[in-house]
């Protein structure tokens, strides 16, 4: 069991959890993913790891609230324990060689591309974010990426804060401006990554998606989060989460990650009547 340290609301739907173990913060790095359990009965939850603080043995997990697990994970407090942690799996983002980078992120997608922003700072290259929400009460973590960017654009799908839009308008501005960019990463809901690769593809400018597809061991072993890449099965856990964005089958992602849709809006309501029930009693 690993003990919970805190764990607060940054928006009506999203929180982070700092979690105490030695052993994830010492090895973590940016782009890695830990899978946690609230409890002994609950589903594996796959969640990138946001910060290490390696000096007192923690690091941060952001995550949204979608279903039961989720639901169970919010519910935990200061002192509670969760039943596992197990980490850091997959590959850490490979940043070697760049010096010039725009970090694009969506929604909670954020809490995954502000590590690999805040690590491409800290090497010394020169980051531009764009971040991107449904609306200003949505947002998170915009002073993070205002401390680790040399530029950063702002922008909601109902301009109520930043410039309306998407992603892609700023990011479409910077590629036209003749700049030079070693590389986009991509951060977010598959639909905006599809988009953003679509974007970046004329210009011939490496364009790296992380993929957060179904997952279950996070080993390779079962096979639940392949992901299609140039034609050739990849699984996520073990070959990414990242990949080259111009070759991923997006289509065939989004389709898988509908499958279970049912089943999660079924689990999430029968976790809503027990909690219902526990607090009446």
Known sequence: MVR????RALNPTVYRMEIESPRIAERAEAGQFV???AD?????????????HRERGT?????????ASTMSLAEKKEGDCLSDAVGPLGNPTDLAGMRNVIVVGGGVGCAIALPVACALSEKGARVTSVIGFRSRDLIILQEDFERCSARLFLVTDDGSAGEKGNVC???SSLLESGEKFDAVITIGPLVMMKFV???????????IASMNPIMLDGTGMCGCCRVTVGGVMKFACVDGPDFDAHLIDFDEAILRSRTYTAFE???RERHCNLFRKEAKS
């Open 197 to 207: 690769a679509q974007t970046t593809k004329p210009y011939g400018i490496k364009t």
């Open 169 to 171: 308008l700023p990011l």
């Open 265 to 267: 809006a079924e689990a």
């Open 59 to 67: 690091f941060d997990v952001i995550y949204q609230v979608v279903g």
């Open 35 to 37: 899978i946690l359990r």
């Open 40 to 52: 002994e009965r609950s589903e594996r939850i796959p969640l990138t790891v946001a910060e290490c």
């Open 4 to 7: 919970v340290i805190s764990n």
